[in-house]
């Protein structure tokens, strides 16, 4: 089985970097992919939350900010949950790599 997925997008916000109270660091960000429709149509845009951990967390926390351009490869994490109005379902994009698509200068 493969549980890989692969995005290119935009930070909608700054990093956000917290720490475990044992020690570890997470930091969440929250992506926005677009998909081209039909000629003279608006894209259609898709937000994806990210959870980076350890020193991936700490480098995302530092070098990216709201509008940074990020390639991300990680995997799908499902987390259900429950509210007044039922069972509900949230999807996690656990990311493996990220890497820094804009000059260094765009930051």
Known sequence: M???AILVGRL???PELKYTPGGDAVCN???ATSRWKKSGEPPETTWHRVVCWSKLAENVAEYCRAGSTVYIEGRLKYN??????GTGLSV????????FLDKKSDV
């Open 2 to 4: 493969i549980n890989k």
């Open 12 to 14: 909608g916000q700054d």
């Open 29 to 31: 960000i929250s992506v």
């Open 80 to 85: 259900k949950y429950e509210t007044e109005k």
């Open 92 to 99: 996690d994009i656990v990311a493996d790599v990220v890497q």
